[in-house]
């Protein structure tokens, strides 16, 4: 006969992962969500029920850790970037949602329970505060990136730091250490422990990873002492250890991708261990004896509970209302922010301890934690479906998405025949940009490479303008390139990346080289990787080598409408290569595939005979092209991984690409084109001054002088610090168009942004442009303002002047008013178009 409670610690381990196993499978049978199943099964086997286990000191400690686990893991997996927009917006919520069950609760207190001042501010930090106890079904739903869904996790930070504030405070008052000197130490500590979390903590963080050699377990042990460090460290300056692992979960976000391997750890053993404890040992408090003491416990569980439930359900009402989000939303939000159990606790347990709440009210707070902690699932398992279904039916078939194209560039050699690649792909009807993006790797020299990678975006940009294409360059700063470049193609969600090659590779680089290679490992859309020996406009055909049931692949047909429209674009002839029994599944395939261009086939027996049919075919302005597989699809085979190596030498003389297929089920949905400058930004860096008439013909220096001396007045120093930089044109040419150049500086010694046009009615001639310029521009933008905004306004300023009736206009203006309210028309039509 086995005694209760059990004491055996290998029996109590089992018994707990056996409720872990059959709860939820029971309740979900039910139709409750199997979370609610785990808190029930607690309430039954606690002490205060059969008493099968004991809620002692194991159970403490697990349980903590799993509340700790399950704050950490919420910050660890917010979209920050949805975060940095909805901040506000997370602010709102969190402030309206704390304080209306704070108002009920001194309303309450005062009119109908008699309750004390700080009695009443304690159970409103009680009912003001709640636990994200529904997130794992919000996270199994996948609707943790709906804005709603952020703002809540947002605002649980919020209602909670506010929650354990009243109650330091409360605890001050009432222990008489409510001093100056205490508040100002509290200031003092609280802000010092946000500086290291949220600014020491990412850079130890960077530094452990650079240096783990991608040790799994060692980086998994890592962030669970980070984690339980920071939590305790949070309780020595007056804050509860779940504020300290949410914020160590948001510090340390953007180092643990969300779909990384340690990421899927992280959140199994928080799934499958630690939070199931958190649940089964919140249910393990409920006290089944007290529904039958009377109706006080009955009444004040009522009156709390009602509390919980009014406040919260105003404040999603309030910001639906406000932000305009559906009722579904509304309701998810509303079930998030319902359960009580973590500050709920803290507070409670402190205020008996001090004698502010009575036994009863103890025991009422317990019944309000199972009444929330029921409804709050019940009501995200329910609406956040309806979320799900609605996201899922809102999804986008492929062949209607446009595709959207990122270029990582490192090489400024290679840079404006990547740009090319990506501009020739781009469909005349594609409203979406190209993505010009630049990864430095995150160290002592960050500045200066941040400095290069700007340079090589900003002739990037100035090359992609000459074409009328709109661009969006970014700069990402990364502990490593690919996973720079692999969060870059997520959240700009990219669906075709060309990159560049040198042509060589070795034993330990595999196919193209270890940051390729590993690109193609942990991507699955498009990826164009191109070797340049010519520029693309020089090239006659296409010479497309296609393996074997290559055609059976499911991104076959957005490879091939890719091709075509480069072939179309450049105006090609393209050819087919590929074994005889591929032709002819191969030729309906292609002929199915808009646009129509005109193409030929070249068929040889078998596919092993692929580069001696290629030295028999290919002429010397051939641009060839290998349709290539990722290991594990339907037509790879190893002989594909060597052969990009073995076409690169053996055609070095000719622009060679290799092609991955998309593996992606669906598309990117499609967005507006990127923000451009419009006419109320403009005036602002134009100003009146900025315009200056009768630019003189003279030595291109001498010219920029001229113009920055009457728009910036006689400041010689201002002046000569700023040339250089202008004057930096190696690489690209300043012309954007026949009578057009544009020069710009990003640069300290500007005070403010500033665009300056000189006009020429007769023409100027600055170096490296192919005839006579009659408007000049020049962009000064202090270093303060952030790399890619001011990318930004040089693609606007590029992108200014678009015709050549334009450049007549400006070129006959009589006076530099006409001419300023002229380039202001121009802005206008401009962002009009964009």
């Given amino acids: 006969m086995i005694a209760l409670p059990i004491t055996n610690p290998v029996l109590i381990f089992a018994t707990v992962m056996l409720i872990v196993l059959l709860a939820p499978m029971l309740f979900r049978r039910l139709g409750v969500p199997g979370l609610v199943g785990l808190i029930v099964a607690g309430a039954v086997v606690g002490p205060n029920a059969i008493g099968l286990l004991e809620r002692g000191d194991t159970f403490e400690l697990l349980g903590t850790v799993g509340l700790l686990y399950l704050m950490f893991t919420a910050g660890l997996s917010m979209d920050l970037n949805q975060f940095a927009q909805q901040k506000g917006r997370s602010f709102v919520f969190g402030f309206i949602s704390f304080l209306m069950p704070q108002l009920l609760a001194l309303g309450a207190g005062h009119y109908l329970m008699e309750w004390d001042l700080m009695t009443s501010l304690l159970v409103g930090a009680v009912v003001g505060s709640h636990t994200l106890l529904a997130y794992p079904i919000a996270e199994r739903l996948g609707i943790t990136k709906n804005p709603s869904v952020t703002m809540t996790m947002g605002g649980t930070m919020v209602t909670d730091l506010v929650s354990l504030l009243i109650l330091a405070i409360v605890s001050a008052l009432v222990s008489g250490e409510s001093g100056l000197?205490?508040?100002?130490?509290?200031?003092?500590?609280?802000?010092?422990?946000?500086?290291?979390?949220?600014?020491?903590?990412?850079?130890?963080?960077?530094?452990?990873?650079?240096?783990?050699?991608?040790?799994?377990?060692?980086?998994?042990?890592?962030?669970?002492?980070?984690?339980?460090?920071?939590?305790?460290?949070?309780?020595?300056?007056?804050?509860?250890?779940?504020?300290?692992?949410?914020?160590?979960?948001?510090?340390?976000?953007?180092?643990?991708?969300?779909?990384?391997?340690?990421?899927l750890r992280i959140k199994f053993v928080g799934d499958a261990l630690f939070i199931p404890f958190f649940l089964i040992s919140v249910g393990m408090l409920v006290d089944a004896s007290v529904l039958v003491q009377g109706l006080e416990v009955w009444l004040l569980a009522g009156l709390l509970t009602a509390m919980v439930w009014g406040g919260k359900f105003i404040a999603a009402q309030a910001v639906q209302w406000i932000y305009r989000y559906s009722s579904t939303e509304r309701w998810v939000i509303f079930g998030l922010s319902t359960p009580q159990a973590a500050a709920t606790l803290a507070v409670t347990l402190i205020g008996f301890e001090m004698g502010l709440f009575s036994e009863a009210l103890v025991n009422a707070v317990i019944l309000l934690i199972l009444a929330t902690s029921i409804l709050g699932p019940s009501l995200v398992e329910k609406y956040g479906r309806e979320l799900a279904l609605q996201a899922e039916r809102a999804a986008y078939n492929p062949t209607d998405v446009p595709q959207r194209i990122m270029v990582p560039l490192a090489n400024p050699e290679s840079a404006?025949?990547?740009?090319?690649?990506?501009?020739?792909?781009?469909?005349?009807?594609?409203?979406?940009?190209?993505?010009?993006t630049t990864v430095v790797r995150d160290g002592p020299n960050v500045e200066g490479d941040v400095a290069h990678g700007e340079s090589m975006l900003s002739k990037a940009v100035l090359h992609a303008a000459a074409s009328e294409v709109p661009v969006m360059p970014s700069t990402r700063i990364d502990y490593n390139v690919v996973n720079g470049m692999v969060r870059a193609i997520k959240e700009d969600r990219i669906s075709t990346v060309v990159i560049g090659w040198h042509g060589q590779s070795t034993a330990r680089e595999y196919i193209f080289g270890s940051v390729l290679d590993q690109l193609l490992e942990r991507t699955r859309q498009m990826i164009i990787v191109s070797r340049f020996a010519h520029p693309m406009n020089t090239h006659t055909r296409m010479v497309l080598a296609v393996p074997p049931y290559a055609d059976r692949e499911s991104g076959f047909a957005d490879a091939m409408r890719a091709l075509k429209v480069l072939c179309n674009q450049a105006g090609l002839d393209l050819i087919v290569v590929a074994a005889e029994a591929s032709i002819e599944p191969l030729s309906r395939r292609i002929d199915a595939t808009k646009?129509?261009?005109?193409?030929?086939?070249?068929?040889?027996?078998?596919?092993?005979?692929?580069?001696?049919?290629?030295?028999?075919?290919?002429?010397?302005?051939?641009?060839?092209?290998?349709?290539n597989e990722r290991e594990g699809s339907i037509a790879w085979r190893p002989g594909l991984d060597r052969l990009p190596g073995v076409i690169a030498q053996r055609f070095a003389d000719h622009t060679f690409l290799t092609v991955y297929m998309s593996e992606e089920r669906f598309a990117p949905a499609p967005s507006s084109r990127p923000d451009r400058i419009d006419s109320g930004v403009l005036s602002e860096a134009l100003r009146p001054e900025c315009v200056v008439m009768?630019?003189?013909?003279?030595d291109t220096d001498d010219m920029l002088r001229h113009v920055?001396?009457?728009?910036?007045?006689?400041?010689?120093?201002?002046?000569?610090?700023v040339l250089p930089g202008l004057l930096d044109a190696e690489g690209y040419a300043p012309e954007l168009r026949p009578g057009v150049a544009l020069y710009a500086a990003h640069t300290r010694h500007a005070e403010q942004s500033s665009l300056l046009v000189g006009i020429s009615a007769d023409g100027v001639r600055p170096k490296h442009t192919s005839g006579p310029v009659h408007v000049v521009l020049v962009l000064l933008v202090p270093r303060t303002v952030p790399t890619d905004w001011y990318l930004q306004h040089l693609a606007a300023a590029a992108e200014l002047i678009q015709t050549n009736e334009a450049v007549e206009s400006l070129r006959t203006a009589?006076?530099?008013k006409t001419a300023r309210k002229r380039l202001l028309e121009e802005a206008t039509t401009a962002s009009a178009v964009a």
């Fill in 416 to 436: 404006n025949d990547l740009m090319d690649v990506a501009v020739l792909l781009r469909a005349d009807a594609s409203e979406e940009a190209i993505y010009p």
């Fill in 595 to 627: 646009p129509s261009v005109p193409w030929a086939t070249q068929s040889m027996e078998q596919w092993g005979q692929l580069v001696h049919t290629l030295d028999d075919l290919v002429e010397p302005n051939d641009l060839l092209v290998l349709m």
């Fill in 708 to 721: 920055m001396r009457c728009a910036l007045g006689d400041r010689p120093d201002i002046i000569e610090a």
């Fill in 694 to 698: 009768g630019m003189p013909d003279v």
């Fill in 814 to 816: 009589e006076t530099a």
């Fill in 181 to 263: 000197f205490f508040w100002i130490q509290f200031v003092v500590l609280v802000s010092g422990y946000g500086v290291v979390i949220f600014f020491a903590l990412p850079r130890l963080g960077r530094a452990f990873f650079q240096g783990s050699d991608r040790q799994a377990d060692m980086e998994f042990v890592f962030l669970l002492a980070v984690v339980f460090v920071a939590a305790y460290t949070a309780e020595l300056v007056y804050l509860a250890p779940i504020i300290g692992a949410f914020m160590t979960g948001i510090a340390l976000n953007r180092l643990v991708p969300e779909r990384s391997a340690l990421m």
